[in-house]
């Protein structure tokens, strides 16, 4: 049944790979951001949807819109930053507003949280990404709340894929202490398909969604390199220096990708669960390096680059 579907925060990775995903489906999709230049992105790619540039932690007209939707998904969220007031206001302010415009009407809700809500690690991203599911659970809605770990895929401007172009642009490619801190990256493709899964059948729950496949963040970035063929060398930093560094380009860039908040993250030692996905939502795991050759191979996909 053809549903009709508000994507607040719909111009991120989460949002692009859904739309990619079920823009033939049939479903009337109202997409919203308030990032220009990749909600343009999105109108180009897929000029039969409804696009709104709106920062939905402010009133205006976009809240009309989400009173008459069958169906939300909750995509936006502030990852990186400086700054506490821009998670606050991203993932606790706009999340309020959204549930606010949406009232009684109760549609279904898809809530995109993070595993970090179950993490060890201590930051403003961890923080309100935790008040926000909060608000999602007492909102009294249908609802279902997915947990992803850290993604990848098509239109990845934060993670795997800026890892990829710096790899691409600098002459050695450095590695904070000995690189071996556990990640469970997820295909964000996969990810789109669970979220398609659940806006057609209406799952409820809480659900934490890892990559199937446990790696090692040193033996990510030689997986990267042999995919597409790099021949950028590979070094090991100290961890200190590292954090130095991070910290001294953060004086010199406003936003930057990477922040020693995110480095310290990137150590804590965290062991996500792993559940039976593939099955639970009937759709399969891409195998990684699969989903890696997908994301940086793909014809028409892999060039298409988000901005910061």
Same mark, same amino acid.
């Given at each position: 049944m053809s549903k009709r579907i508000f994507l607040p925060g719909a111009a991120g990775l989460v949002g692009q790979n859904l739309v990619a995903r079920i823009a033939a489906s049939g479903q009337e999709i109202v997409a919203v951001d308030k990032h220009r230049a990749n909600l343009q992105v999105l109108g180009r790619l897929h000029p039969e949807i409804t696009i709104i540039e709106a920062d939905v932690a402010e009133p205006g007209p976009w809240q009309a819109e989400a009173a008459t939707c069958d169906c939300v998904v909750m995509l936006q969220a502030q990852i990186g930053g400086?700054?506490?007031? /821009?998670?606050e206001r991203n993932n606790v302010t706009a999340t309020r507003r959204v549930l606010d415009a949406v009232g009684a009407r109760a549609p279904y809700l898809v809530h995109v949280s993070s595993s $970090? $809500?179950?993490?060890?690690? /201590?930051?403003?991203?961890t923080e309100t990404k935790a008040a926000q599911e909060s608000l999602v659970q007492a909102? %009294?809605?249908?609802q279902v709340i997915l947990r992803p770990t850290l993604?990848? %895929?098509w239109f990845d401007r934060k993670h795997v894929g800026w890892l990829k172009r710096f790899m691409d642009r600098t002459p050695v490619f450095p590695i904070p202490g000995n690189g071996r801190y556990l990640r469970q990256p997820l295909f964000a493709g996969d990810f789109a398909a669970i979220i398609a899964a659940c806006i057609e059948r209406e799952l409820t729950g809480a659900y934490n969604i890892s990559g199937q496949e446990r790696i090692d963040y040193g033996d990510l970035i030689r997986l990267i390199r042999s995919v597409t063929a790099s021949r950028t060398p590979i070094v090991q930093i100290p961890y200190a220096l590292f954090w130095l560094l991070l910290a001294t380009y953060a004086i010199f860039d406003r936003n930057p990708p990477f922040t020693t908040r995110q480095l310290e993250a990137l150590v804590t030692p965290d062991v996500f669960e792993v559940i039976d996905w593939p099955t639970i939502f009937a759709t399969p795991a891409t195998p990684l390096r699969q989903a890696l050759e997908i994301t940086f191979l793909d014809p028409v996909y892999a060039s298409v680059a988000l901005q910061f």
């Open positions: 400086l700054h506490r007031q /821009e998670f $970090v $809500v179950n993490s060890a690690a /201590e930051d403003f991203y909102c %009294g809605l249908k993604m990848f %895929g």
